[in-house]
């Protein structure tokens, strides 16, 4: 700039100075938070500030006097010097003054999405300068993805939950008539006909509850447990089966806390993430297996997480094979998304694994590095003390006992006219006296006039204003020593999960299954 351009101020004297516009200038450029850069009319890096160096990864040096074109990713790269040739000759505005997002490019080659707001002055002359703010985006665009994530989880999350329940009835219904009629069909290609659909009916079972753990609305039955203990069992199962060419280690750290959470769905997830391990690496290769405890702040580097203890239990699973590809990342979680041939895999593994740990209080953590591996943690909020398991009686029930039935009355309700109708065919086969009712209030009048009930039998989600677990607590209340019994496809924690003090029944269910929780409850 030239003197003529600079103006005068009086000084106290009445005399005057001459105000240095160009150290006001560099103290604004120096003190901006924002990327700023000039740029002369060819496109020439004149002037950068400190947040430029500081976003772009480059020293001052390397930048001022090159074209501004270094710092752009293609396309944007090759149109900048004719975009600015087009300005100068025919004064069409593509971002001066309209700002624009766009991506721009690191030293280390990364890109990553700005706001560019660019500006037009003269520099005392015929000729034009520009200088360029600049707005990181990329927090902005991670909260973006994450509400958009969080939007297509809720919208499986009520998709599922409106379907479970009803769709577990279905199969509960089908379940138990065919259990009946199998009674009846002696011979050989009939039963083997109906042994395959009672075996799809129970695949079609797990695939719900494989998409209520996703979406962390299952049943889960936590007990308090010795991680190290679990973990030990499971790798003598893992070396027995895991093909010879992988190896597995593992460090099983001293001083672990108990953790409170459900140890079967603890070993489902621990073993899809080492079967997705072992997936990675066709040709062989090493699979690790830690536990550890960790502070909430130290769980993983740059970790997004929302802590709910101040320490955790950690297993972490860490496999040497080729990583995942970037480009993939933001679906990892995805239900049904997977990287495998179809009939390989159903894309559930890691959606479920994260449904259950998050439901559990704590999460599941992915670290991958392209070449060298990935790392998945799970975490599990360490107990400061030992707490009851839970208040709900754990009965153990052996598959392999024989049926027995009972002459005792059962009050069974159920809002569903055909599954009341199958459950009660169940139990009536099984000797018992069965009495009905379609929801909680008729079931206390039930209760009322029949003081020879010894089992309530009731589903947990019903209309009519009462569910399963508060008519439960009414009818405890009128009766303390009446054994109860819950079932259900689909319950929020409040209703089913932990600290619930009755024992619980998923739908659909064998026959045999319901037999042994009755028979036990009776027995107990």
Do not use: C
Not at 252 to 279: F, H, K, S, W, Y
Request: hydrophobic share 40%.
């Amino acid at each position: 700039m030239n003197d003529a351009s600079v103006p005068h101020e009086k000084d106290a004297q009445g005399g005057s100075r001459q105000v240095d516009l160009q150290a006001k200038w560099h103290a604004v450029v120096e003190s901006l938070v924002h990327a700023l850069i000039v740029i002369d009319d060819r496109g020439i890096i004149q002037e950068v500030n400190p947040a430029t160096l500081e976003l772009f990864g480059y020293d001052e040096g390397e930048m001022v006097g090159q074209n501004v074109s270094m710092l752009m990713p293609e396309p944007y790269r090759h149109e900048h010097d004719s975009y600015l040739a087009r300005y100068k000759k025919t004064g069409e505005k593509r971002i001066i003054g309209i700002g624009r997002e766009v991506l721009a490019m690191r030293k280390d080659g990364k890109t990553f999405p700005v706001l560019l707001s660019v500006g037009e002055a003269l520099d005392g002359g015929p000729r034009s300068f520009f200088f360029g703010v600049i707005y990181d985006l990329t927090e902005a665009k991670q909260n973006e993805e994450r509400l958009v994530d969080a939007q297509k989880t809720e919208a499986v999350t009520q998709l599922t939950a409106g379907i479970a329940h009803d769709f577990n009835n279905m199969l509960t219904v089908i379940q138990g008539n065919l259990e009946m009629l199998d009674a009846h069909v002696a011979d050989r290609d009939g039963r083997e006909l109906l042994s395959e659909v009672l075996g799809a009916i129970e695949d079609g079972g797990r695939l719900v509850k494989q998409l209520l753990a996703f979406s962390r609305k299952q049943t889960l039955d936590p007990r308090v447990i010795d991680l190290n203990q679990l973990v030990a069992g499971l790798l003598k199962l893992l070396r027995r089966t895991i093909s010879e060419n992988i190896e597995i280690r593992d460090i099983l750290g001293a001083g672990m806390t108990p953790v409170e959470v459900d140890p079967q769905q603890l070993e489902n997830a621990i073993l899809n993430l080492v079967i997705n391990a072992r997936d990675a690496m066709p040709g062989g290769g090493r699979i690790s297996i830690e536990t550890d405890m960790v502070d909430a702040d130290n769980v993983m580097p740059g970790a997004d997480i929302h802590p709910s203890t101040d320490r955790y239990a950690r297993i972490t699973i860490r496999d040497s094979g080729p990583g995942i590809p970037e480009d993939i990342m933001s679906r990892i979680f995805e239900p049904f998304f997977s990287t495998k041939a179809p009939g390989k895999g159903s894309g559930l593994g890691l959606s479920m694994a994260q449904g259950f740990t998050r439901q559990s209080g704590g999460d599941l953590l992915l670290e991958t590095i392209p070449g060298q591996g990935t790392t998945l943690s799970i975490l599990l909020p360490g107990l400061t003390s030992v707490q009851p398991t839970s208040r709900r009686p754990q009965f153990e029930t052996d598959p392999n006992a024989p049926v027995r039935g009972g002459k005792e009355t059962i009050l069974l309700v159920e809002d569903d006219a055909r599954v009341r109708r199958a459950n009660t065919r169940r139990l009536v086969a099984l000797g018992y006296r069965v009495l009905e009712a379609a929801d909680g209030p008729t079931a206390l009048d039930i209760l009322l006039k029949h003081d020879n009930v010894e089992v309530l039998f009731s589903d947990i989600i019903m209309p009519g204003g009462m569910l399963g677990n508060e008519l439960a607590e009414k009818a405890r209340l009128m009766r303390p020593k009446l054994k109860i019994l819950l079932t259900t496809g689909y319950a929020e924690d409040a209703v089913s999960g932990r600290g619930s003090p009755f024992d619980l029944l998923s739908k659909p269910f064998r026959g045999k299954q319901l037999a042994a929780k009755v028979r036990t409850l009776l027995d107990n």
